[in-house]
């Protein structure tokens, strides 16, 4: 069971990335996937989750409007979106997942103890 996250680089203020999380060894979409982000300094915070069965997505307001979740079971990868950049979406993103969702809910989605796998980190710097 393994998660990789990728996509994350260096873009300007205003730019857009494109993150994916890929899954081995097990189907994604069966799944509630969020992202996380944790900058220097500070606790690891949730960005954005996609339930299990895709009705339910979640983001949180410091994004909202700029990114967005998505999913592609052909590639069992999940997406975020990234666009207006700001320096401070600047941080370590990763991925996780937790089996149908069972820990993750409108109010859960953005803890980290709601997850039970986690992806490596991909750096995005947002920066002149």
């Known amino acids: 069971v393994q998660l990789q996250a990728s996509g994350g680089g260096l873009v300007q203020p205003g730019g857009s990335l494109r993150l994916s999380c890929a899954a081995s060894?097990?189907?994604?979409?069966?799944?509630?996937t969020g992202w996380f982000r944790q900058a220097p300094g500070k606790e690891r915070e949730g960005v954005s989750c996609i339930s299990s069965s895709d009705s339910n997505t979640y983001y949180a307001d410091s994004v909202k409007g700029r990114f967005t979740i998505s999913r592609d079971n052909a590639k069992n990868t999940v997406y975020l979106q990234m666009n207006s950049l700001k320096p401070e979406d600047t941080a370590v993103y990763y991925c996780?997942?937790?089996?149908?969702?069972?820990?993750?809910?409108?109010?859960?989605?953005?803890?980290?103890?709601?997850?039970?796998?986690w992806g490596q980190g991909t750096q995005v710097t947002v920066s002149s």
């Open positions: 996780a997942a937790n089996y149908l969702g069972i820990k993750v809910d409108g109010s859960s989605w953005s803890e980290v103890f709601s997850y039970d796998y």
């Open positions: 060894g097990f189907t994604l979409r069966a799944y509630a």
